[in-house]
């Protein structure tokens, strides 16, 4: 009897927290400001030119787009991969680092890629992170 009156209150228990439990929404679109998190790694390629090339990129679920960017060729589609700047030596050693690791970085400046040195679906030129 206690079994029983036990498992219909945790039946109880449960429908009550699944009714008040907001539904999963869409990922909101990456903004100015906004957070991304991922796991950081380090593509070696070459440009069409020749140059060697070394870029840190973060993977992350997929993301929307601010519809404000011109160089987005579809604004539906959503980016995963995402190429951060690295403009000084600094930068370079901290995220060296960080390979292979979850990491989560506050995106200032944001566009989508539009040549072969940006080598990821977002290039994100400046950045801070945490």
Not at 1 to 28: D, K, Q, W
Not at 96 to 108: F, I, P
Not at 115 to 128: E, I, M, R
């Amino acid at each position: 009897m206690r079994f029983f009156r036990f498992s219909v209150l945790f039946a109880a228990a449960t429908v009550v927290v699944l009714a008040f439990t907001p539904p999963v929404t869409a990922e909101e679109a990456l903004v100015r400001g906004g957070w991304l998190s991922g796991t950081l790694r380090l593509i070696r390629t070459h440009h069409p030119n020749g140059t060697q090339m070394q870029a840190y990129q973060i993977v992350s679920a997929p993301r929307q787009m601010p519809a404000s960017d011109d160089f987005c060729v579809n604004p539906d589609a959503k980016a995963s991969t995402f190429h951060l700047f690295t403009k000084t030596k600094s930068d370079r050693v901290q995220l060296s680092r960080l390979l292979g690791k979850k990491l989560r970085v506050r995106v200032w400046e944001m566009f989508c890629s539009q040549t072969a040195w940006h080598v990821g679906d977002v290039a994100v030129n400046k950045w801070s992170w945490q």
